[in-house]
Structure formats: C-alpha cells, structure tokens
C-alpha cells in the first residue's frame, strides 16, 4: 500500500503518460530527449538532475586521496635522497670522494626519514612489512615498496663503507682496505641505481591514479618529480660547501627543465580536467613552486655564475630551490584533494576526444 507521502499513479496521470513518451522515444531514436520524471518519495530526489549539482547529488565521483602532509615530504625528501644518490655514484667515478660520502649520508638519511614518514602515514609500522610480503609488477604502490627498501639496502651500508674507507680506519694497501674500497663503490652504484627509480616512481604512482589532476599529467609527472629531486640534492650539497661546475650545471639543468615545465603548465590547460592545478590553492601553490624552482632559479643561478663576487646569488638560487621543491609536493597532493573531490572534472575527463578528420588520399 502506498504511504500519505508517496503519491500513486492514479493521482498523477501525467506519470504513465510521460514514461510511455520516453518508451516511444527510445524505441525510435535510441536516444531520449529532455528530462525523465521525478518521483516524490523515490530513492532519486526530485530536482537531483539539475546542471548546478553535477556528479551524484553534488558528491565526489571517486573517491578522494586520504594522503596528508607526511606523503607530501615523504616525496620531497625521497625524491631528494634518490637523486643525491645519483650524484653520489657519478662523483665516485670522476675521483670526487668528498662528494660521493656527503652524497651516500645525504641518501641513507634521506631514506630513513622517508620509512618514518611512509610509516607514519601508515599508521602502524607491520604494514609496510606486510606490503613487502608480494611484489605485484603492475601496483606502483607494491614496486614503490621495494625500490625503498632496495635504496635503503645499498645507501645505508655504502655510506659506512665510505666513511670508514674515508678515514683510513683500516690499514692502507690491506686487503680488507681494498675489499672495503670495492664494496664502497659497488654500493655506490647501487644506491645510485635505485635511487633513479626513487625519484621519479612517485609521479607514477599519482599519475596511474584516478585523479583527473594526476593522470591528466601522467607522461610529465616522473620527469617532473626527478629534476625537483635532482635540483634539490644540488642545492643542499653546494649548501654544504661543495662548489664544483658539474653540480652548478646540474643545478642549470634542473632549473632549465623546471621553468619549461612552469610555462608548459601555465600554457596548457584541459579545462575542467585538471583546473585544481590552476585554480584555488593548490594552484597558487603550484604556480608558486614553479617560479621558484624554474625563472627564479634559473636567473639566480646565472647572477652567481658572473663572478667570484656573486657567490651568494647560487646560495639564494638553492634556498629558493629547496622552497620550491617542497611547495611543489605539497601543491600536487593538495590539487589531488581538490580534483577529487571534483565530480565535473572526472565526468569531463571520461569525455572522448573530438575525432580528427581523415587525411585526404595521397594524389597519384
């Protein structure tokens, strides 16, 4: 029996009347035009159909990312200590061992903040643990895991083989010595390995999500998230007093490659797709990161490359680096938070693209 607040269909003749015209419709065009009818006290509210509410009543479409601030530094820092281990491994093999041990510390303390930050966003520390117990080639959740603890197995134990082949604790010309020296450098390369696949597999991992923001950008998000990595490991070792070309040209390079990434943002927009990376928040704070990262950089850098006079130029152009760096990770997982919670922009995501027009035949 129908309730007071539920209307039948004898009181509404209009309802059998409209469904047999959308019936009709759809038999012959395939389609249905206009809208369909709203029933009181039905599972769909009336109304619900309104363009100012898109997705379902006005809520997120898929569901948001739950990561908060320790995932933000967990790919700032991470990023950091995977490119030091890069520069590290280089710098073992052009005969600059100062900057090889300062690298492998900077790696090995870059990867043991990044385990705390990744745990504590966890929650409990088994379960990384338990994320190790399957290796699942197509998660980059699964391979992120592992390429942790992999960098983590080489730059921990290279950085101690360093220092202590550094400080000669071990007779010169023993054969534990050379034995240390080649275990040094074979870790080395190990951490420098692994560390190129830590830098970047974050921007694969938000970029295979299903976050319009993220995946809008998938092929620009690993190169993205490796020269930040890149340039911020140049930036805290010239900190640190190591002032060598080959670092100012790595840092050139990451300050080159940023500000084309900058303008490529600024320039190309999808619309509805990935407007939290332009608009609100996380697009102040991307378009930020960028000039700092990439034109403010970059013209820092060139001022302290005149002379011996504008040294500090390079140091402000690191300072404004590592700023950068870290607002960019807070501004990509911010824009993730504000897409998501988007529902215009997945439904113009699933949009297809416009067809191209076919090429005219070739003229005989």
């Known amino acids: 029996m129908p309730s007071n607040d539920t209307p039948s269909n004898d009181k509404h003749p209009d309802f059998e009347a409209r469904l047999d ?34 997705g379902y009543y006005g809520r997120p479409v898929v569901r948001p990312p739950v990561w908060e601030w320790q995932i933000a530094l967990y790919f700032f820092v991470g990023g950091l200590a995977g490119m030091a281990g890069v520069i590290g491994a280089v710098a073992c093999f052009r005969g600059h061992a100062d900057v090889t041990r300062a690298a492998m510390w900077l790696a090995a303390a870059g ?28 998660s980059p959740m699964s391979v992120g895991s592992w390429i942790v ?30 034995a240390l020296h080649v275990l040094a450098v074979v870790l080395a390369v190990g951490t420098g390995f692994w560390g190129m696949f830590l830098a970047t597999y974050t921007g694969v991992l938000i970029g295979v999500s299903t976050i319009p ?3 809008s950008h998938v092929r620009l998000l690993p190169a993205h998230f490796g020269t930040v990595g890149l340039g911020s490991a140049v930036a805290v070792l010239e900190l640190l007093g190591f002032r060598l070309p080959a670092l100012n040209a790595l840092g050139f390079l990451a300050a080159i490659v940023e500000t084309c990434v900058w303008l490529l943002l ?16 996380s697009g102040l704070l991307l378009r930020s990161a960028g000039l700092l990262t990439g034109p403010a950089a970059l013209i ?17 152009a690191d300072a ?45």
């Open 21 to 54: 015209q959308l019936r009709e419709e759809a038999r012959a065009t395939g389609r249905v035009s206009g809208r369909g009818v709203d029933v009181a006290g039905g599972p769909i509210p009336a109304g619900s159909l309104q363009p100012a509410k898109p």
């Open 111 to 138: 990867v043991m903040i990044s385990t705390v930050l990744l745990i504590w966003d966890l929650g409990r520390p088994w379960l990384f643990l338990h994320m190790l117990r399957v290796f699942k080639p197509k």
């Open 149 to 178: 603890s992999f960098f983590g197995a080489c730059a921990v134990p290279s950085a101690i083989a360093f220092e202590l082949d550094q400080r000669h604790l071990i007779p010169a010309g023993s054969g534990a010595a050379l």
């Open 213 to 215: 923001a993220w995946f």
């Open 266 to 281: 600024e320039l190309r927009h999808h619309g509805a797709v990935d407007r939290a990376v332009h608009e609100g928040r």
């Open 300 to 316: 820092l850098r060139a001022a302290g490359s005149i002379g011996a006079g504008f040294w500090p130029a390079t140091l402000l």
């Open 320 to 364: 404004a680096f590592l700023v950068g760096g870290v607002t960019h990770r807070f501004g990509w997982i911010d824009a993730g938070h504000a897409s998501g919670r988007d529902p215009e922009a997945v439904f113009a995501s699933m949009q297809p693209e416009p067809p191209t027009a076919p090429s005219p035949p070739a003229r005989q």
